[in-house]
């Protein structure tokens, strides 16, 4: 099972036919972000889900008490790069607003079931992060 920078070498380098399908089959694209503070790009494969064009993420960190820093990297700035299998396109990342969240939230947990544990273990509001093709 490949996993964090490991699994981004494999997949930009085969176009995703290695790491796109993922534990329990969960489909998996790369996100890069600008660091916050050094301002040098990260990519993170992450599970994601979809809602019309659109491609969801869910900023679990397993249910940690803090968001991951890819998150807030794309908090301090939206404009990222996405990898889904061999697609390579520029994106604005938005946080799902309480009205969205609902809808989303239940399309992720039918691809990865774990994020409803992962909300327990926290007291924050693990958000769903919103892709749009720029």
């Known amino acids: 099972m ?16 290695e790491g796109h399908n993922w534990v329990r089959g969960a489909p998996v694209l790369i ?5 916050r503070r050094s301002g040098e790009t990260r990519s993170t494969p992450l599970i994601y889900g979809r809602s019309g064009d659109d491609y969801l993420v869910v900023g679990s960190k397993g249910g940690a008490p803090t968001p991951p820093a890819w998150y807030l990297n794309l908090q301090a700035n939206p404009d990222v ?3 889904v299998k061999a ?4 994106a604005r990342a938005r946080t799902a607003s309480k009205q969205e969240k609902p809808e989303l939230w239940k399309i992720m947990t039918s691809i990865w079931p774990d994020y409803d544990e992962y909300q327990t273990k926290t007291e924050r509001e ?3 992060i919103i892709l749009e093709r720029a």
């Open 2 to 17: 490949l996993f964090g920078k490991e699994h981004v070498d494999r997949y930009v380098a085969t176009n995703g036919e």
């Open 87 to 90: 697609d390579r396109f520029a």
């Open 31 to 35: 996100l890069t972000t600008t660091g």
């Open 81 to 83: 790069s996405v990898q």
């Open 126 to 128: 693990i958000p769903v």
